[in-house]
């Protein structure tokens, strides 16, 4: 069965550290656009950082550049959110993402989700 489950998620006081894996069943996140986004309360869909298959270059919102970090490790078939420095604005449920569209069709699976909640 194809899909994606993140885990990692929980409560971590300002100013700490959290790591979110995505773990993948069924196809290769090697060869995937892997994303990261978040939903908070009352805000829209936020697209947080996100992974390219070919070269493995990474994109990250204005607002966790330089304190968050996306990987992947092909042996696991994981993909991983590294956040630090972590704010009250980031309590949100984490989503992972997978994305590989061909020339006739597009293949997207999401994750259930995984909540963070950032304390003051």
């Known amino acids: 069965q194809v899909q994606v489950v993140e885990s990692g998620g929980g409560w971590v006081q300002v100013g700490g550290s959290l790591r979110l894996s995505c773990a993948a069943s069924?196809?290769?996140?090697?060869?995937?656009?892997m994303s990261w986004y978040r939903k908070a309360p009352g805000k829209g869909r936020e697209l947080v950082a996100d992974?390219?298959?070919?070269?493995?270059?990474?994109n990250y919102a204005d607002s966790v550049k330089g304190r968050f970090t996306i990987s992947r490790d092909n042996a696991k078939n994981t993909v991983y959110l590294q956040m630090n420095k972590v704010k009250p604005e980031d309590t949100a449920v984490y989503y992972c993402?997978?994305?590989?569209?061909?020339?006739?069709?597009?293949?997207?699976?999401w994750g259930q989700g995984t909540q963070v909640t950032v304390s003051s």
């Open positions: 069924e196809f290769a996140v090697s060869k995937y656009r």
């Open positions: 993402n997978a994305r590989n569209c061909t020339e006739n069709v597009c293949y997207n699976y």
């Open positions: 992974i390219i298959p070919t070269g493995g270059d990474t």
